[in-house]
Protein backbone atom coordinates (compact mmCIF):
# COMPACT_ATOMS: atom_id res chain seq x y z
CA UNK A 1 0.00 0.00 0.00
CA UNK A 2 1.08 3.42 -0.68
CA UNK A 3 1.65 4.54 3.13
CA UNK A 4 3.41 1.28 3.60
CA UNK A 5 5.83 2.08 0.91
CA UNK A 6 6.26 5.92 2.00
CA UNK A 7 6.87 4.66 5.37
CA UNK A 8 9.27 2.20 4.19
CA UNK A 9 11.67 5.06 2.10
CA UNK A 10 11.00 7.22 5.34
CA UNK A 11 12.82 5.04 7.34
CA UNK A 12 16.03 4.17 4.91
CA UNK A 13 16.39 7.91 4.36
CA UNK A 14 16.32 8.38 8.68
CA UNK A 15 13.20 11.16 8.11
CA UNK A 16 10.45 11.58 9.72
CA UNK A 17 7.47 11.46 7.43
CA UNK A 18 4.38 12.94 8.76
CA UNK A 19 0.98 12.46 7.83
CA UNK A 20 -2.52 14.23 8.80
CA UNK A 21 -5.62 12.59 9.65
CA UNK A 22 -6.31 12.07 5.75
CA UNK A 23 -3.32 10.03 5.69
CA UNK A 24 -0.88 10.23 2.14
CA UNK A 25 -2.24 11.36 -1.02
CA UNK A 26 -0.35 9.78 -4.10
CA UNK A 27 0.66 13.39 -5.55
CA UNK A 28 2.55 14.26 -2.23
CA UNK A 29 3.52 10.87 -2.06
CA UNK A 30 4.75 10.68 -5.11
CA UNK A 31 6.68 14.47 -5.23
CA UNK A 32 7.64 13.75 -0.93
CA UNK A 33 9.79 10.70 -2.87
CA UNK A 34 11.10 12.74 -5.67
CA UNK A 35 12.73 15.51 -2.96
CA UNK A 36 14.57 12.81 -1.08
CA UNK A 37 15.94 11.01 -3.93
CA UNK A 38 17.61 14.67 -5.09
CA UNK A 39 18.54 14.70 -1.22
CA UNK A 40 15.95 17.31 -0.17
CA UNK A 41 15.23 15.07 3.11
CA UNK A 42 13.73 18.63 5.38
CA UNK A 43 10.51 18.53 2.72
CA UNK A 44 7.40 18.75 4.70
CA UNK A 45 3.91 18.12 2.87
CA UNK A 46 1.30 20.33 4.82
CA UNK A 47 -2.45 19.97 3.81
CA UNK A 48 -4.40 23.34 3.78
CA UNK A 49 -7.74 24.38 4.14
CA UNK A 50 -9.70 24.88 1.35
CA UNK A 51 -9.67 28.23 1.13
CA UNK A 52 -6.26 28.77 1.46
CA UNK A 53 -5.43 31.04 -1.29
CA UNK A 54 -7.94 33.18 -0.08
CA UNK A 55 -6.58 34.28 2.90
CA UNK A 56 -4.16 37.10 3.28
CA UNK A 57 0.18 35.61 3.27
CA UNK A 58 0.43 35.90 7.26
CA UNK A 59 -2.18 32.78 7.45
CA UNK A 60 -0.52 31.29 5.03
CA UNK A 61 2.31 31.87 6.59
CA UNK A 62 1.74 30.22 9.66
CA UNK A 63 0.23 26.88 7.94
CA UNK A 64 3.40 26.59 6.75
CA UNK A 65 5.49 27.65 9.88
CA UNK A 66 7.61 29.52 7.02
CA UNK A 67 10.21 32.13 9.05
CA UNK A 68 8.60 34.87 6.75
CA UNK A 69 5.90 36.16 4.17
CA UNK A 70 9.08 36.24 1.52
CA UNK A 71 9.70 32.53 2.51
CA UNK A 72 6.64 32.00 0.79
CA UNK A 73 7.00 31.01 -3.04
CA UNK A 74 4.87 30.40 -6.26
CA UNK A 75 5.71 28.32 -9.42
CA UNK A 76 4.05 29.70 -12.79
CA UNK A 77 4.49 27.93 -16.18
CA UNK A 78 5.39 30.47 -18.62
CA UNK A 79 4.83 29.83 -22.68
CA UNK A 80 6.78 31.38 -25.01
CA UNK A 81 4.23 32.07 -27.72
CA UNK A 82 7.36 32.64 -30.63
CA UNK A 83 8.73 29.73 -29.95
CA UNK A 84 10.24 28.51 -33.19
CA UNK A 85 11.16 24.40 -33.67
CA UNK A 86 12.96 25.37 -36.99
CA UNK A 87 15.87 27.20 -34.57
CA UNK A 88 17.29 23.96 -34.05
CA UNK A 89 17.49 23.40 -30.03
CA UNK A 90 16.11 19.84 -29.19
CA UNK A 91 12.55 20.15 -27.01
CA UNK A 92 14.62 19.70 -23.35
CA UNK A 93 17.48 22.52 -24.02
CA UNK A 94 17.13 25.41 -21.55
CA UNK A 95 18.52 28.00 -23.62
CA UNK A 96 15.45 28.07 -26.02
CA UNK A 97 12.31 26.34 -24.70
CA UNK A 98 8.71 26.69 -25.31
CA UNK A 99 7.93 26.43 -21.83
CA UNK A 100 9.45 27.68 -18.52
CA UNK A 101 8.34 27.30 -14.99
CA UNK A 102 9.56 30.31 -12.74
CA UNK A 103 9.85 30.13 -9.21
CA UNK A 104 8.59 33.35 -7.45
CA UNK A 105 8.05 34.56 -4.25
CA UNK A 106 4.36 35.30 -3.59
CA UNK A 107 6.16 38.97 -2.27
CA UNK A 108 6.98 39.54 -5.63
CA UNK A 109 4.74 39.96 -9.35
CA UNK A 110 6.46 38.22 -12.04
CA UNK A 111 7.88 40.25 -15.08
CA UNK A 112 7.88 38.16 -18.12
CA UNK A 113 10.00 41.22 -19.74
CA UNK A 114 12.87 39.98 -16.87
CA UNK A 115 12.48 36.02 -17.70
CA UNK A 116 12.91 37.12 -21.60
CA UNK A 117 15.94 39.20 -20.58
CA UNK A 118 17.40 36.53 -19.02
CA UNK A 119 16.66 33.60 -21.33
CA UNK A 120 17.99 35.66 -23.93
CA UNK A 121 21.06 37.61 -22.28
CA UNK A 122 22.43 35.35 -20.26
CA UNK A 123 20.96 31.55 -20.96
CA UNK A 124 21.91 32.70 -25.23
CA UNK A 125 24.62 35.52 -24.81
CA UNK A 126 22.02 37.37 -26.82
CA UNK A 127 22.15 35.34 -29.64
CA UNK A 128 18.32 34.93 -30.56
CA UNK A 129 16.49 37.45 -31.49
CA UNK A 130 14.00 39.49 -29.21
CA UNK A 131 11.14 38.45 -32.07
CA UNK A 132 11.78 34.74 -31.02
CA UNK A 133 10.47 35.45 -27.57
CA UNK A 134 6.78 36.09 -26.31
CA UNK A 135 5.94 34.72 -22.39
CA UNK A 136 2.63 34.53 -21.72
CA UNK A 137 0.46 32.47 -18.96
CA UNK A 138 0.82 28.87 -20.28
CA UNK A 139 -2.84 27.81 -20.64
CA UNK A 140 -3.26 24.35 -19.93
CA UNK A 141 -0.80 23.55 -16.73
CA UNK A 142 -2.17 21.00 -14.97
CA UNK A 143 -2.12 18.43 -18.61
CA UNK A 144 1.66 19.77 -18.72
CA UNK A 145 2.58 19.25 -15.30
CA UNK A 146 -0.31 17.06 -13.62
CA UNK A 147 -1.18 19.68 -11.47
CA UNK A 148 -3.89 21.69 -10.46
CA UNK A 149 -4.29 25.18 -10.55
CA UNK A 150 -2.04 26.39 -6.67
CA UNK A 151 -0.43 23.23 -6.80
CA UNK A 152 2.33 23.33 -9.16
CA UNK A 153 5.77 22.48 -7.88
CA UNK A 154 8.99 22.35 -9.68
CA UNK A 155 8.94 18.36 -8.33
CA UNK A 156 7.23 15.92 -10.64
CA UNK A 157 5.93 18.00 -13.76
CA UNK A 158 4.71 15.20 -16.38
CA UNK A 159 6.49 17.14 -18.98
CA UNK A 160 9.96 18.10 -18.62
CA UNK A 161 9.99 21.99 -18.00
CA UNK A 162 13.14 24.04 -17.60
CA UNK A 163 13.02 25.69 -13.95
CA UNK A 164 13.89 29.65 -13.47
CA UNK A 165 14.57 30.34 -9.71
CA UNK A 166 14.48 34.02 -8.72
CA UNK A 167 17.42 35.86 -7.79
CA UNK A 168 15.54 37.28 -4.64
CA UNK A 169 14.96 33.94 -3.55
CA UNK A 170 18.74 33.05 -3.53
CA UNK A 171 19.15 36.35 -1.10
CA UNK A 172 16.57 34.83 1.10
CA UNK A 173 18.35 35.06 5.29
CA UNK A 174 17.76 32.35 6.39
CA UNK A 175 18.21 30.09 3.61
CA UNK A 176 15.65 28.34 3.82
CA UNK A 177 12.20 27.26 2.03
Known amino acids: DLEG ?8 FR ?8 GLDEPAAQIWVLALARGLSSSTFVRVVPDYYDRDLDYRRQCLS ?12 LE ?3 YSSELGFAEDDLRY ?4 MVVLQYTR ?9 YVRDVLNSGRISSKHYNFRLAEDVEKLTGFTHNA ?5 SKTSIPILLSDNILNLKPAHL
Request: aromatic residues 6%; glycine residues 2%.
Open 5 to 12: RCFAIAER
Open 15 to 22: VTLQEDEQ
Open 66 to 77: AVSVDHLCKSIV
Open 80 to 82: NKQ
Open 97 to 100: NRYY
Open 109 to 117: RLNPQNVLR
Open 152 to 156: VTPLG
